[in-house]
């Protein structure tokens, strides 16, 4: 069964502190079109750097995850995505005055609260999944970590935590589906051992920490006047050391609520695939550098099965995402130099379009008219057309900008096209755009053969 992509159907915003810098953020939520994905934009910079939310931007994984690009950095976003994730919202642009999104209670339910007042809408574009063929594993033997995707109908996952801690035992967690997770995962906060709380203090790591975000296990013996000083530091008129090894600030909402917790951080670490999974996730112990680097591996995979090596194959006469008027709307060409006929597929870093070629072409006239050819500069600006469509959906406003191709590598001419050929373009990214400079690889299809391919690079420009 199909389903239509989702935004939200007007901006919210929410504030609070950062965890780490113990900044006031403000947060704002906007709505985005189709095919936009998640990015993230720091308003306090006045550059207008889009941050995509992509795997190949993550630049930390200590303390949760960072993404960074074109020197522009957003920190701790897990809990976001999460929340847009677990809505099954497709398309957000989120802004934030600071580099650190609030840390708000040490979970993502302020963000869905938030999320879900402002309303979400259906929007006309049909979501793409990656759903598995395979098993996807992935291990690391020395944090004792093991995560595996099995090919399934819809998004699930099963987490088991194990800190080897008397204080804080062996728990399990699941989301049969996505449905679950505005009720059962969205509260769960965040937890830590009294050590490492120890050791972020004394690093003053976490300014905007104040007991009111996170569960603390306490693991080791403290006296009376550790305890008051620890209150003292977090502004409480007393703390205890509760039975369970937890101190009594706050009460745990369920019995597992950190394995929970851990489930959560994978809905949001996953998002940075770039596309929503049909799979069943089972993790041993994940963490932030694990999910991250899972999520690499899980985005190869997804790469190697489009890449031209595969033989992929597409479907021209499925219906149209774009329309030739719709085009029109976002490329500046125009007959007979426009080259596409509609746009049948598109995901955040990827797009597939189709050209009938048929004898009434203009260029047919004197171009060898007697055994009809396509000239192959022309199936070039075709594949390049196909690319700006891909290249204009990472903007709020693309009718205000033009894509100019400035560079074409590696261009490879297999087969010839004639009248009565579909010419199928399928571009994907190759990585994140830096400075308004896209790069992305081409290749054009007549059935499963492959015609021409090209590697590209696009500068966009404010017309």
Known sequence: MSENQRTIKSQVSISGVGLHTGNEVVITFKPAPENYGYKFRRTDLNTGTLVDVDVDNVVDTS??????????????????????????????????NQSETPILDGSARLYVEALL???????????????????????????????????ANEF????????????????NASMRNLDEFKDEISSCRTFVFLHELEYLLNNNLIKGGDLSNAIVFVDREMSRTELDHLAHLFNKPRIEVLKEGILNHLALQYTNEPARHKLLDIVGDLTLVGMPLKAHIIATRPGHYSN??????????I??????????????????????????????????????????????????????????????VGHFPDEPVMPGV???????????????????????YITLFVKIDNVKFRHKVVPGDTLVFFCQFTGPMRRGLICMKGVAYVGSKIVVEAEMMAQIQRK
Do not use: C
């Open 63 to 96: 303390r949760g995850t960072s993404i960074e690009q074109d020197g522009v950095r957003i920190d701790t976003v897990e809990h976001v995505l999460a929340a847009l994730a677990g809505l099954r919202i497709d398309n957000a642009l989120i802004e934030l």
């Open 156 to 171: 699930r996952v099963s987490v088991m935590i194990d800190y080897e801690s008397k204080v804080l035992q062996s728990q």
């Open 117 to 151: 007042s402002a309303g979400i809408v259906e929007q006309k574009a049909l979501r793409t999944y990656y759903e598995l063929t395979s098993n996807i594993t992935y291990s690391n033997a020395e944090k004792k970590v093991e995560m595996i995707a099995i090919p």
């Open 378 to 400: 022309l199936m070039i600006e075709a594949l390049a057309q196909n690319g700006g469509i891909l290249a204009m959906s990472t903007l709020e406003d693309p009718q205000n």
């Open 292 to 301: 991250v680097q899972f999520a690499k591996l899980i985005k190869k995979h």
């Open 303 to 364: 790469k190697k099965e489009r890449s031209p090596e595969t033989g992929h194959t597409f479907d021209p006469g499925k219906p149209a995402l774009y329309n030739v008027n719709q085009i029109k709307n976002i490329l500046p060409h125009r007959p007979p130099f426009l080259f596409l006929d509609k746009i049948i597929e598109m995901g955040t870093d990827y797009v597939v379009g189709v050209k009938n070629v048929t004898i009434n072409e203009p260029f047919f």
